[in-house]
């Protein structure tokens, strides 16, 4: 079995649409979204796009998909946003989605997907945790591999016996690199992916959103790319 943990699109068509293509011409058995997925530009469209793929497509919710869902009480303002845009059938979609999802893969074992931590949907856990403290944060959690996103950066790293590992995000990647990262889970192991997509396209689809701060997300995630080390020791500091 091959799944597709696509993390962290937050409302990017774009790039969604550049991973949905690659994983059209290498399809896989499954697809799990882990969380984050409509707070961002075109919210409602992401929904129905993912809601619209066929075959075996298991969704995980995220911290912001719990705000979007109350967009009266969010506080961050794009999710508001984003909640506002969204009928009351498609908020309560994104309210009943579970938080964890498991399944059994072939070579990997039992393969626990969560949005941040299986503790949280909010916990930090970036490539400078400490051992010490992610060996805590998985404290009685019996999966041999588990898989989150939510500080969108990349990593693979054991943990005693467990296996952590962060699909990065397809929308909004703290990799130094402008594209769409995920992750591939199958029989050979787990592969960390990244997607290039038209950035051109991505800029023009966000200056016509009106999601409030659109200008400064362009310039900052799309004509420029954050570094993994600044937003690890950003992250980090916020845990601190």
Do not use: K
């Not at 058995?29 to 129905?48: C, K, N």
């Not at 990262?181 to 029989?187: I, N, T, Y």
Request: hydrophobic content about 45%.
């Amino acid at each position: 079995m091959r799944v597709a943990a696509l993390y962290d699109v937050h409302g990017m068509l774009v790039p969604l649409e550049a991973v949905l293509e690659e994983l059209q011409r290498d399809p896989v058995d499954a697809i799990v979204l882990g969380g984050d997925v409509v707070a961002g530009a075109h919210p409602a469209e992401t929904l129905e796009r993912l809601r619209a793929l066929d075959g075996d497509v298991r969704w995980v919710r995220g911290n912001t998909d719990r705000e979007v869902a109350e967009p009266e009480s969010a506080e961050w303002p794009v999710a508001r946003w984003s909640g506002e845009r969204l009928d009351a059938e498609q908020r309560a979609f994104l309210a009943g989605l579970p938080e964890r999802q498991e399944l059994s893969l072939a070579g990997l074992g039992s393969v626990l997907f969560c949005h941040a931590t299986p503790r949280s949907d909010e916990e930090i856990v970036t490539p400078l945790t400490p051992d010490e403290r992610l060996a805590g944060i998985v404290s009685g959690v019996t999966a041999d591999v588990v898989v989150a996103g939510h500080t969108h950066i990349q990593g693979d790293r054991a943990v005693g016996a467990l296996r952590w590992v962060n699909a990065g995000s397809v929308g909004m990647p703290y990799e130094g690199e402008v594209a769409a990262f995920w992750a591939l889970l199958s029989p050979a192991g787990v592969e960390l992916r990244r997607t290039p997509f038209d950035v051109g396209a991505a800029v023009e689809a966000l200056h016509g959103s009106g999601m409030p701060g659109a200008d400064m997300f362009v310039a900052e995630n799309l004509l420029a790319a954050v570094s993994r080390d600044e937003a690890a020791a950003h992250l980090e500091s916020r845990v601190a």
